[in-house]
């Protein structure tokens, strides 16, 4: 197991601080993040947090999946490395798509 968990099903509420805390009684805490939708900044339920060490992230994913956190009941999982992600296709690179130009009717 990685040291590096992925938080699932967190209260929209809860900041970076407060998850570092929570996973503080379990180990060394490397970072905390909760992620936030790029727009809005509000939180979208899910987070990742870094232990010291692998045996801390086992520690911590064994106490604290499945249990209460500020009223939901939050996922501990090990994350998976990201991988690259294809690039958005959009068509032709315009505003249409692909489409050919939309003729006037007058």
């Given amino acids: 197991m990685g040291a ?3 938080v699932r099903n967190i209260s929209y509420n809860v900041t970076d601080e407060r998850l570092q805390q929570h996973f503080e009684q379990h ?3 490397v970072s905390a993040r909760v992620i936030a ?3 809005s900044g509000r939180s979208k339920g899910f987070g990742f ?3 010291g060490s692998e045996g ?3 520690k ?3 106490a604290l999946n499945g249990t209460d956190f500020e009223g939901r009941n939050i996922v501990v999982s090990e994350a998976r490395p990201q991988t690259a ?3 958005r296709s959009g068509g032709e690179g315009g505003f249409g798509g692909g489409r ?3 003729r006037d009717r007058y």
């Fill in 4 to 6: 590096k968990l992925y």
């Fill in 27 to 29: 180990g060394t805490v």
């Fill in 37 to 39: 939708d790029k727009v």
């Fill in 49 to 51: 947090v870094e232990m």
């Fill in 56 to 58: 801390e992230a086992e």
């Fill in 60 to 62: 911590a994913t064994q």
């Fill in 85 to 87: 992600r294809p690039p």
């Fill in 100 to 102: 050919p130009p939309r």
